[in-house]
């Protein structure tokens, strides 16, 4: 397998993280004085007011090009795609003569099973090769928060079941030659992940097709990359699981001292659609701890960047700002700590919004793809453009209620 080109390596990689560095210094300087007039005068200016918002909207441009070079660099080459026994050079052939004229494989060489292509159930088109299907599930990894966040597994059936533990087996201590009684079993319960369709209509002249130097697995990838991705971070954030995966955001919440399986616990903000105006910093340290001691390793905060410019400017009690930026390539800004990532598809902060979440979200969330991606050429819906109606299967849901928190934006 080809590894994947390092940021380190790359220039464009290196300016991304001297600009975010040079705007976040500038952002504390305006910051710090804004919170001096504050102090002093009970406000601050509004002149100043208007710099900070300014200079906090370059921090949130320079961290939008970091993460947008970081996604870039991390994307593989097709080239560097492994290629399984069934996926020989004819196999290639056989699907570029479909992409580029429609000619069906099997009808004319017999190579349905060489070539690894098959047709559609319900599409009429076909399973596209490995190599391509393994293109755009790597550069959806790249372009979806959540799949990098999330466990991702690849299945066979349409519904994926899975037995979780939520009481354990009952165990006890006893004396040497006492009497052993029965205990408890393991409480079990069967979540279900069912996967549902997701799909985009690429369009290609045929002059596009035609051109032998374009590469059109690359071209397919990248098309359906965007609006693969799009579709996938609002369900896996909001989704009410039909005909979708369901977000984690659908789930009942209840305030986490009451929280039970099957519900997401949450922390009060303590003011009713924004933070409390004293000491904001301290409901974040709750949030933090509010997951067990084995979830936090592993945790991190998930919000928009809306949420996290309000958050930028807060500091601990020895006046060090909580929100830090990477100071290494391949980092991520933290927060107190630990990683944020953000989620355009969050919600804004507003009454009651659950605006941010923390926690171990490889182990809280789970997202299920079915295994093919199905191709169907159409020349005649959109002339003179070809369409390429392409879909996969994909579900999604919380597999650990125990691993995600969230915090609700309210007094209590």
Request: aromatic share 8%; charged share 25%; proline share 5%.
């Amino acid at each position: 397998m080809k590894e994947t080109k390092q940021a380190s390596a790359s220039p464009e990689a290196r300016a991304a993280m001297h600009e975010m560095m040079a705007a976040f210094e500038a952002f504390k300087g305006a910051n710090d004085a804004r919170l001096g007039e504050i102090e002093k005068k009970a406000c601050a200016d509004t002149l100043l007011e208007e710099k900070v918002a300014r200079i906090d909207q370059a921090v949130a441009a320079a961290q939008s090009r970091l993460d947008r070079v970081m996604s870039q660099n991390r994307r593989p080459l097709i080239g560097g795609e492994p290629i399984e026994p069934a996926a020989a050079p004819e196999a290639k052939a056989a699907w570029d003569g479909y992409l580029k004229t429609g000619h069906s494989p099997q009808l004319a060489h017999g190579l349905e099973t060489k070539a690894g292509l098959s047709s559609g159930a319900t599409s009429g088109g076909y399973v596209v090769p490995y190599e391509t299907e393994r293109a755009i599930e790597r550069r959806l990894m790249a372009a979806s928060p959540m799949r990098e966040i999330a466990t991702v597994r690849t299945v066979a059936a349409g519904v994926f079941r899975k037995p979780v533990s939520t009481a354990g087996v009952a165990s006890g201590w006893v004396a040497e030659t006492a009497a052993r009684p029965e205990t408890d079993p393991a409480t079990l319960a069967l979540l279900e992940f069912p996967s549902a369709d997701l799909y985009a209509n690429p369009a290609a002249t045929q002059a596009l097709l035609d051109d032998a130097m374009v590469d059109l697995d690359e071209w397919l990838a990248a098309e359906v990359e965007d609006a693969f991705a799009a579709q996938e971070t609002q369900a896996f954030v909001n989704g009410d699981g039909t005909n979708k995966p369901r977000g984690f955001l659908s789930y009942a919440t209840v305030a986490d001292a009451g929280q039970t399986w099957g519900q997401i616990g949450y922390v009060a903000s303590g003011a009713a659609g924004g933070f409390a105006t004293t000491s904001p910093a301290d409901k974040l340290i709750d949030l933090i701890y509010a997951p067990k001691a084995q979830y936090r390793p592993n945790g991190r905060f998930v919000m928009n960047r809306k949420t996290v410019s309000s958050v930028r400017k807060f500091k601990d009690a020895d006046g060090n700002y909580i929100w830090q930026p990477a100071t290494r390539l391949g980092e991520t800004a933290s927060l107190l700590g630990y990683p944020v990532t953000e989620i355009e598809t969050m919600p804004d902060v507003a009454a009651n919004s659950l605006s941010i979440a923390f926690g171990d979200f490889q182990r809280g969330y789970l997202i299920v793809d079915r295994a093919g991606v199905r191709v169907l050429r159409d020349p005649y819906s959109a002339k003179p453009y070809v369409l390429f109606y392409t879909t996969k299967r994909v579900g999604g849901g919380v597999q650990n209620f125990d691993a995600i928190k969230v915090m609700k934006f309210a007094a209590a």
